[in-house]
């Protein structure tokens, strides 16, 4: 699947993002949302080949918005599935996003369309060139780094999403 241009150039400035973000969730933020982005990013990622065999199924899944509008923000808990074609879906809440898992070199990478719940989203590649904020009904790329951590954690990361946050993590949980 081709990456759009403006999605690579979101995962070629990831560490930029994740920087920026991360400096003013640390100065900024606090309590229980500061404490929930640190464990999402607690553990090391396994190697994309073994992570590939342990994304199937349901997970439980958690927004955490980081820098941006608000330092941190975290979210409760959604429902989320993925399966065994890399296919991935946030199945509740009121922000959504279905996708694909990709090989991307050495890393696995998520491309997908975010939308409202209640509409039927088109394909990543079928988006048009340029994403709109302003549309209605809101359709927007998204691209993030797909890291497991055991066969029980992982996490979406998402570098520059479109709206609110300068670095998104969906943490996945089970």
Not at 45 to 52: G, I, K, M, R, Y
Request: glycine letters at 10%; a negative charge.
């Amino acid at each position: 699947m081709p990456i759009r241009p403006a999605d690579r150039e979101r995962l070629a400035g990831y560490h930029a993002a994740a920087g920026d973000a991360l400096l003013q969730a640390l100065s900024e933020g606090g309590g229980a949302d500061l404490d929930m982005m640190i464990e999402a990013l607690s553990g090391k990622a396994l190697p994309a080949d073994q992570a590939v065999s342990i994304l199937a199924g349901d997970w439980s899944c958690r927004m955490i918005k980081v820098g941006g509008l608000l330092p941190v923000t975290a979210y409760s808990p959604f429902s989320c599935r993925m399966t065994t074609d890399g296919g991935f879906e946030k199945l509740t809440g009121s922000q959504r996003t279905k996708g694909q898992i990709y090989r991307d070199g050495d890393r696995l990478v998520y491309l997908g369309t975010g939308f409202v719940a209640g509409d039927r989203p088109p394909a990543y590649a079928e988006l048009p060139e340029q994403a709109d904020i302003q549309a209605d009904p809101q359709r927007l790329p998204e691209v993030g780094v797909v890291e497991m951590v055991s066969q029980t954690k992982g996490r979406i990361l998402f570098p520059s999403p479109q709206l609110e946050s300068r670095f998104n993590i969906l943490l996945l949980t089970r």
